[in-house]
């Protein structure tokens, strides 16, 4: 079994449409939470960092974690093409410049016009 | 924000020649930096960590002798990949994080080409 595991899409929706990407995690040491995207071809961009249960909101991104269920979310608002790009929930078990991230899988969304 | 600048952003070379990939963090001191390789629609594999003025540590089933890493300031990390075969071809990315906290910082990665 993965330490985290992360549904890979595709997923599709159309413009303007809430999404909400999804991770498990088996390990409860893990105790900070990102989100990246990333683009074809290009490098993971951070979108959240968080630590502690409960939402942490930016711009039209909320980031969910719930540490009792071992299972953090990452909510899209009003959904735009732009945002057509591969999500990856990543997490580390101690605070520090040396730890090590684990990843999703990635999860594929398409927005649609 | 943290900013991780990657060079070059894609290269292509022949068999058997060497490339060197240079990540470099702008705004802050990495002491270490991650190196990562990436397969199409795949997720991020963590090849090695370079550590600041000390020798990388390598994961498991990646040839560190093919790979050589160089941590020589706190700033840059530099990739070799060594005597490059067809199946080195891949999109190779680094990532660092600030002392203060907050998330990891990926370069915008290298895209390399064995011909």
């Known amino acids: 079994q993965k330490e985290v595991e992360q549904d890979p899409g595709p997923l599709s929706v159309p413009e303007g449409a809430i999404v909400s990407l999804n991770c498990t995690y088996s390990n409860s040491a893990f105790q900070y939470f990102m989100w990246y995207r990333q683009y074809s071809r290009k490098g993971p961009e951070l979108l959240m960092y968080?630590?502690?249960?409960g939402n942490k909101e930016d711009g039209r991104f909320t980031a969910q974690v719930d540490k009792s269920s071992k299972y953090i979310s990452l909510f899209i608002r009003d959904s735009q093409p732009s945002d057509s790009a591969t999500y990856l929930c990543?997490?580390?078990?101690?605070?520090?410049?040396?730890?090590?991230?684990?990843f999703g899988t990635g999860t594929r969304l398409q927005v649609t016009l | 924000g943290a900013v991780v600048s990657q060079h070059p952003s894609w290269v292509i070379c022949k068999s058997g020649t060497s490339v060197k990939i240079e990540c470099r963090s702008l705004?802050?001191?990495?002491?270490?930096m991650f190196w990562y390789r990436q397969f199409p629609k795949q997720s991020l594999m963590l090849m090695a960590t370079?550590?600041?003025?000390?020798?990388?540590?390598?994961e498991q089933g990646v040839e560190k002798d093919k790979f050589l890493i160089n941590h020589a300031s706190l700033t840059l990390s530099t990739l070799t990949v060594t005597s490059a075969h067809p199946e080195d071809s891949s999109f190779y990315i680094c990532?660092?994080?600030?002392?203060?906290?907050?998330?990891?910082?990926f370069g915008s990665g290298t895209r390399l080409t064995v011909v």
């Open positions: 990532s660092a994080r600030p002392s203060g906290g907050g998330g990891y910082t």
């Open positions: 705004d802050f001191q990495a002491t270490t």
């Open positions: 370079s550590n600041e003025g000390s020798k990388a540590t390598y």
């Open positions: 990543a997490m580390i078990k101690y605070t520090g410049t040396a730890s090590k991230l684990t």
């Open positions: 968080t630590y502690s249960s």
